[in-house]
T-cell receptor, first 115, second 110 residues
Framework: EAQVTQNPRYLITVTGKKLTVTCSQN?????MSWYRQDPGLGLRQIYY???????DKGDVPEGYKVSRKEKRNFPLILESPSPNQTSLYFC??????????????FGPGTRLLVL | LAKTTQPISMDSYEGQEVNITCSHN???????ITWYQQFPSQGPRFIIQ???TKVTNEVASLFIPADRKSSTLSLPRVSLSDTAVYYC???????????FGKGTTLSVSS
């Protein structure tokens, strides 16, 4: 089954304790990205990657790191989490659709609480 | 990147046609218009995408006028299960940085 998986789905941690949220896709998509979603703010892009070893900042990259060593994986790293990073995180991957533009597939989300 | 503007919320009744308009005055020549649907605590789901004129699939239609400064998502005969947030995006073919905005919350009542 074609899908984007994220782990963990739920995470409670404390300020300053490094964590990694994994994202994997089995569709051989070149493009992957991370979003965070907060009440009243909609979805905001954190980082994206056009291909292996190619990453770039989105709208809200501060406090996050990513890496793209393999095509299928795109982990999100919080080196020193803070309470303002408490959020719902989504990973997405995409291909170029029939219309010519990108069509994104989203993962199930990771709900993070930083105390 | 072209910014999009949508109504914050809309209400409808089952069986009605719903049209959600999105404004994108600064859309670039190579930008596509894409709409996503999101249910609470789930990731957004692709609905439809187009470049100009009209596109139709099994769930929706997308109308884009010649000047491409706006677009309209049309949902025929909505049901309660269509209650969700709908996002309009203007994205380049390469699909680089994407701005989702706050979306339109559609509430369908019986």
């Amino acid at each position: 089954e074609a899908q984007v998986t994220q782990n963990p789905r739920y995470l409670i941690t404390v300020t300053g304790k490094k964590l990694t949220v994994t994202c994997s896709q089995n569709m051989n998509h070149e493009y992957m990205s991370w979003y965070r979603q907060d009440p009243g703010l909609g979805l905001r892009q954190i980082y994206y990657s056009m291909n292996v070893e190619v990453t770039d900042k989105g709208d809200v990259p501060e406090g996050y790191k990513v890496s793209r060593k393999e095509k299928r994986n795109f982990p999100l790293i919080l080196e020193s989490p803070s309470p303002n990073q408490t959020s719902l995180y989504f990973c997405a991957s995409s291909f170029r659709g029939l219309a010519g533009g990108q069509t994104q597939y989203f993962g199930p989300g990771t709900r993070l609480l930083v105390l | 990147l072209a910014k999009t503007t949508q109504p914050i919320s809309m209400d409808s009744y089952e069986g009605q046609e719903v049209n959600i308009t999105c404004s994108h005055n600064n859309i670039a020549t190579n930008d596509y218009i894409t709409w996503y649907q999101q249910f609470p605590s789930q990731g957004p789901r692709f609905i439809i995408q187009g470049y100009k004129t009209k596109v139709t699939n099994e769930v929706a239609s997308l109308f884009i006028p010649a000047d491409r400064k706006s677009s309209t998502l049309s949902l025929p005969r909505v049901s309660l299960s269509d209650t969700a947030v709908y996002y309009c995006l203007a994205q380049t073919e390469a699909g680089t940085a994407l701005i989702f905005g706050k979306g339109t919350t559609l509430s369908v009542s019986s």
